[in-house]
């Protein structure tokens, strides 16, 4: 069964940079995973932020940036705003036709 | 902007059955591959279940849920199904339809909550 990892939380000031990252448990995270990031707000539905690694999605701002750190898939928030504190999610494709979800991060801005 | 919306969902007994169904509003969802997902109360995101737009005999399942649910498109293209049975407690979640594209999720629409419990 295929594990993807994410921190369960994650703090960050007004004005910093978060990076957030999405791991697999036995094996390295990179471009043919196709990863992706969600942002959700509690009681909203989520919102897509990035896709294929390092894709921004209509109207998302540019403080929010993917890429591949390391062996795991990584989103960066430059200049943190307190609207920014929700749950984040990855996921990766791990082919054929099946993806996974990480468990998601709390990120909070204070 | 096209908007994804499902429903369907409701309360049933364990072992019971469910028929979700996703229609895209103002828009036909003929050439989109679409998802389900889905998220238990207080959890995360799960995916559930594809279909391709191109071939509908292309279909896949997390493991969950394979043997029990069944994701499917009417002829005509305009509606994407997924036939809930054998419907267990942990299956209690809001479930989402999504556009596929590019290995992602778009077009989240607002859920439709399926409630299993005696």
């Known amino acids: 069964q295929t594990v993807v990892t994410q921190e369960a939380s994650f703090s960050v000031s007004p004005g910093g940079t978060v990076t957030l990252t999405c791991g697999l448990h036995?094996?390295?995270?990179?471009?043919?995973?196709?990863p992706s990031w969600y942002q959700q707000t509690p009681g909203q539905a989520p919102r897509t932020l990035i896709y294929?690694?390092?894709t921004r999605s209509s109207g998302v701002p540019d403080r929010f940036s993917g890429s591949i750190l390391g062996n795991k898939a990584a989103l960066t928030i430059t200049g943190a705003q307190v609207d920014d504190e929700s749950d984040y999610y990855c996921v990766l494709y791990m082919g054929p036709l099946i993806w996974v979800f990480g468990g998601g991060t709390k990120l909070t801005v204070l | 902007q096209v908007h994804l919306v499902e429903s369907g969902g409701g309360v049933v007994q364990p072992g019971g059955s469910l028929r979700l169904s996703c229609v895209a509003s103002g828009n036909s969802l003929y050439s989109y591959g679409i998802h389900w997902l889905r998220q238990a109360p207080g959890k995360g995101l799960e995916w559930v279940a594809f279909?391709?737009?191109?071939?509908?005999?292309?279909?896949s399942y997390t493991d969950t849920v394979k043997g029990r649910f069944t994701i499917s498109r009417d002829n005509s293209k305009t509606i994407v199904y997924l036939q809930m049975t054998s419907l267990r407690p942990e299956d209690t979640a809001l479930y989402y339809c999504v556009h596929g594209r590019d290995y992602s999720f778009h077009m989240w629409g607002p859920g439709t909550m399926v409630t299993v419990s005696s």
């Open positions: 294929n690694t390092n």
């Open positions: 279909i391709q737009a191109s071939d509908v005999n292309e279909r």
């Open positions: 036995s094996d390295s995270v990179s471009t043919t995973h196709r």
